[in-house]
């Protein structure tokens, strides 16, 4: 123990082996959801009514569509932080979790490339 | 397990509210990611589409089970917001009297109900329901 100051033996025993980035990205992220969910949360109150025509004349216009999607990369980065931590708790295997955090990346980048993609659409249909 | 001491708080534990804010902290962002982003990708999904696509996830989301998920998702939201502030106290090392810490693990918890039940009481005045 000589050798050995006391966080570098704390060091590494969390469930994920390391963690203050993984930490701290998921600060980073809440506070863009923060702010961007809200923006979505008072639109909804704010808009006349939930048709088609009034939400896809709302997320054409420049604004909400660029917060919508500023939105999707913090949503999705920060739910896909979150259900790693799940994994972590609650998947002991090895193997299994390493095959949960690897679908779980894709399921990430899927979901918030279709939703780019969806609001990319709805604008220039918009603009069209 | 790691051969290191161990908190015997599996054995030994008293109940208190900041147990029940921790666990739905984690229920209810977890459902946010499982089943809030599903739904958020089939509303940008069926909006992209076009009105026939948007009317079948209207309809969905006008039923019985749409209100149920989407209220559920909305407290979801509400909570998670409130207890998550809440992290951002304890991350700074404020709160964690005891008093301080208990109200505000119940205080969070009641804001993410009222909040959930403010947002709804607008929204369903909005369609002429309430």
């Given amino acids: 123990m000589a050798h050995e100051t006391p966080i570098g033996r704390a060091r590494g025993l969390g469930s994920a082996h390391h963690g203050t980035h993984h930490w701290l990205l998921q600060r980073f992220t809440a506070i863009g959801n923060l702010v961007a969910v809200l923006f979505l949360v008072i639109s909804f109150l704010l808009l006349d009514d939930y048709g088609y025509a009034s939400f896809a004349r709302w997320v054409a216009s420049p604004l909400p569509a660029l917060a919508l999607s500023l939105l999707v990369i913090s949503v999705f980065w920060h739910a896909r932080l979150g259900l790693q931590v799940l994994v972590e708790d609650y998947v002991n295997t090895a193997g299994n979790r390493f095959a949960l955090n690897a679908i779980l990346n894709i399921a990430a980048f899927a979901g918030a490339g279709f939703a780019l993609i969806s609001i990319a659409r709805i604008v220039f249909?918009?603009?069209a | 397990m790691a051969g290191r001491p161990l908190s015997p708080h599996l054995q030994i534990w008293k109940w208190g509210p900041h147990m029940l804010t921790s666990i739905l902290h984690r229920v209810s962002g977890d459902g946010l990611a499982l089943v809030g982003l599903p739904v958020l990708l089939w509303w940008l999904g069926a909006l992209a589409s076009g009105p026939e696509a948007y009317e079948t996830f209207a309809l969905a989301a006008s039923s019985p089970i749409g209100y149920i998920v989407l209220i559920g998702l909305t407290w979801a939201f509400f909570n998670h917001l409130a207890s998550g502030l809440r992290h951002f106290v304890l991350d700074i090392g404020a709160g964690y009297e005891l008093d301080t810490n208990k109200t505000w693990a119940i205080g969070?918890?009641?804001?993410?109900?009222?909040?959930?039940?403010?947002?709804?009481?607008?929204?369903?005045?909005?369609?002429?329901?309430?």
Avoid at chain 2, 108 to 120: E, H, K, N, P, Y
């Fill in chain 1, 125 to 127: 249909a918009g603009a």
């Fill in chain 2, 108 to 130: 969070t918890t009641v804001i993410g109900v009222v909040l959930t039940i403010g947002f709804w009481l607008v929204v369903l005045a909005k369609q002429g329901v309430l």
